[in-house]
């Protein structure tokens, strides 16, 4: 006891004869509940550690979100290799609402993108100035991030220039359109890009829109060429609603109003 006595009084100052297991990282798994284990490692790593938008591995019994906020998970999105995303909802980006959807979820300078695991926020694709979507692409800008989209053309007259069950429509407030899931909304219904119109109505294209420059709601309404060959029935005008779509020769592209 003399002996043991005599060994503590001769140790340095702040040494510890215990160790102190408070804090077990980079201890071998199996860890505790504050820390994750990194598996091939056999490491424990802070739960939460990582920061949003920084990479993370996913070499975890979580696929690496358990190293993420409640609100991110570890994704991969653009080639960039998993990082710490901030989840969204996606959109379609077919309103010019949409914009703001994508700015209520993601931090400025990214957009929601959509993954095999649903939505997350990362960086644009691309910038419009000049346009450097890959041919014949064009790059539309939301939350001041850049997204790539096939332009179509709607004025195809029965034809769909989309596959399956998507919809030829205007992106955002512009004048680009693109191929887009079409949803369930009748003619005349309000629509949103939630809650967006069916594919036709009667083998005319319906797309969500109001007359250009003005604060009516959107609904869903048949498309026309304003001044062209795509004209509305009988009983309907053809309203402007987009001037120049993306289309070669450039086009007005309208919206019937009137009729039952």
């Known amino acids: 006891m003399r002996a043991l006595l005599l060994l503590l009084a001769a140790a340095p100052l702040g040494c510890s004869l215990a160790l102190d297991f408070d804090d077990i990282e980079d201890l071998p798994c199996p860890c505790d509940e504050n820390h994750v284990c990194l598996i091939a490692a056999n490491r424990c790593v802070r739960r939460a550690s990582v920061d949003l938008f920084k990479s993370c591995s996913q070499d975890t019994a979580n696929n690496g979100d358990d190293l993420c906020a409640s609100n991110a998970i570890c994704q991969q999105i653009n080639d960039q290799g998993p990082r710490c995303l901030p989840t969204c909802q996606p959109t379609n980006y077919a309103t010019p609402e949409s914009a703001l959807d994508v700015a209520a979820q993601c931090p400025v300078g990214s ?3 959509a993954t095999e695991r649903g939505g997350v926020c990362s960086e644009g694709v691309c910038s419009t100035t000049p346009n450097n979507c890959p041919a014949p692409g064009q790059c539309v800008i939301f939350n001041s991030a850049g997204v790539c989209f096939t332009p179509c053309d ?3 007259n029965g034809v769909s220039p989309c596959g399956g069950n998507q919809a030829c ?3 955002g407030a512009g004048s680009v359109t693109a191929c887009v899931p079409a949803g369930v909304g009748e003619r005349l219904q309000l629509c949103s890009a939630d809650e967006f119109c069916k594919k036709d ?7 969500c829109d109001r007359p250009f420059e003005t604060t009516a ?5 048949p498309i ?3 001044g062209g060959a795509l004209n509305c029935a009988v ?3 053809c309203v402007l609603a987009r001037p120049n779509v993306t289309t070669s020769p450039r086009r007005d592209l309208g919206i019937c109003e009137g009729g039952s």
């Open 154 to 156: 709607p004025f195809t």
């Open 169 to 171: 429509h205007p992106i």
């Open 217 to 221: 709601p959107r609904r869903c309404l």
């Open 201 to 207: 109505d009667n083998g005319r294209p319906l797309i």
């Open 224 to 226: 026309c060429e304003v």
């Open 111 to 113: 957009t929601c993108w």
């Open 235 to 237: 009983g309907e005008n």
